[in-house]
């Protein structure tokens, strides 16, 4: 039987990633994204999810806040749409995490890296391969100014499987597939694709939220949110095609009743006429003008 539960639900990719009972989860999670240089090997959580998880204040914000042994501070969100303003966003909560770590009298050599991590389930950047992007302050000719600000996007819809099914090495695109399939996989054709302990683990908290009458209510509740943002973005969209639809349609019908114009006062004013196929070419404001500069030609004649 299929595993059924979503990890790109944010509740559920909260359990797995920022939960201090699985540090093994996000620390492998961390050294895919981070390169492993300098390798990982401890985390502490910043913000676990509270006892009474059911509280709605308390799990307003999902992202995943964390520090590593190496003191660097990492921010981990999960997005399953394209928010307005998401690369600016990024930037932002990167930029604060950075900024905060200083106070009164500490050193700007006191600073530890401020990192961003997204996984985002649609597309930021189309016409870029790379399923892992990696955004940091470095000159046009690649010279790195410091690795004090990162964001790291993760784009999943962008990771295709390999033709031949078999385990793949990189890491990066394990982590994708795990996000991607793992609710529509059974939990021995995940640990057969993904044999690292760490996905042991993972499929594990899976399958907890699964069975435990609590945990699922919460998960489906989010799940209903998730799907009802999706829905809402949809529904603007789809409004905003209608009016420029409508729109491009009104502008149409008023370029050619203008294009009609010019032709009729061209003819008037005894000057060459131009082909429809020429004023079609103009813009709207372009027509007007000529059609104002044919009207004072008509006026001065008197």
């Not at 990719?13 to 090997?41: M, Q, R, W, Y």
């Not at 006062?265 to 006429?273: F, P, R």
């Amino acid at each position: 039987m299929v595993i059924g539960i979503d990890p790109r639900v944010d509740f559920a990719c909260k359990l797995l990633l920022g939960s201090p009972d699985h540090p093994a989860i996000t620390i492998h999670f961390l050294n895919a994204v981070l390169g492993g240089e300098p390798k990982i090997t401890d985390v502490k959580i910043l913000n676990p999810i509270a006892d009474k998880r059911h509280d709605d204040d308390k799990l307003s914000i999902l992202d995943i806040l964390a520090t590593d042994d190496h003191g660097r501070f990492i921010d981990i969100e999960i997005q399953t749409t394209l928010p307005a303003g998401l690369a600016m966003r990024l930037t932002y909560y990167a930029a604060s995490q950075l900024v905060e770590q200083l106070g009164e009298g500490d050193s700007y050599r006191d600073l530890r890296s401020s990192i961003g991590i997204c996984i985002l389930d649609a597309f930021l950047f189309k016409d870029s391969a790379s399923l892992h992007l990696d955004f940091q302050l470095r000159s046009k000719t690649g010279e790195r100014l410091t690795d004090c600000l990162q964001i790291h996007l993760l784009e999943l819809p962008k990771y295709v499987p390999d033709e031949d099914n078999e385990l793949s090495s990189d890491s990066i695109r394990q982590w994708m597939h795990f996000f991607q399939f793992a609710a529509t996989s059974t939990p021995e054709e995940l640990h057969h694709k993904l044999p690292d302990p760490a996905f042991t683990e993972a499929i594990g908290v899976l399958e907890m939220i699964a069975r435990n009458p609590e945990e699922r209510r919460y998960y489906e509740s989010r799940l209903k949110m998730q799907r009802d943002e999706q829905a809402r973005l949809e529904a603007a969209e789809e409004r905003g095609e209608a009016r420029g639809e409508a729109r491009g349609q009104a502008i149409g019908e008023a370029r050619g009743q203008a294009i009609g114009r010019v032709r009729v006062l061209q003819s008037l004013a005894g000057v060459e006429e131009s082909t429809v196929e020429q004023l079609r070419c103009k813009t709207l404001e372009e027509l007007s003008a000529m059609e104002a500069i044919l009207k004072q030609q008509l006026r001065d004649r008197g």
